[in-house]
């Protein structure tokens, strides 16, 4: 559930506000580019967010969440390395912040799609 509120807040912000964040990291873009990619990631965020919220009830190590880990896991484990390598680059809190947060959720997808949950019994 924490995965998919902070997936929706960063999915509206940057599909309704593309233009202030970009002005909040950097003054001089030129490219028409650059808001729009910032939409559609935010798109891609809010979907990952009602994705994650409407299988809250089910078991995401099971036969049918297992897709639902595997693509959170890609999603977090890949975001984990491109912000690492952003952070080392320029090292900034925000870009910090954001490894250590997607890290964070690359480990914990990882257990839940290497795991087998077990039913409880009733």
Avoid: C
């Amino acid at each position: 559930m924490a995965s998919a509120f902070t997936l929706g807040i960063l999915g509206i912000t940057l599909t309704f506000f593309p233009q202030e964040v970009l002005h909040s990291f950097t003054q001089n873009y030129d490219s028409q580019f650059a808001p729009i990619t910032l939409q559609l990631m935010g798109a891609l965020y809010f979907g990952f967010a009602m994705i994650n919220w409407t299988a809250k009830g089910t078991l995401i190590g099971g036969i049918y969440g297992r897709p639902i880990a595997l693509g959170n896991l890609a999603h977090y484990a890949i975001g984990a390395l491109g912000l690492l390598k952003a952070y080392t680059s320029d090292i900034n809190t925000v870009f910090l912040v954001m490894t250590i947060y997607y890290s964070l959720f690359a480990m914990l997808f990882g257990y839940l799609f290497t795991t087998h949950p077990a039913k409880k019994e009733s």
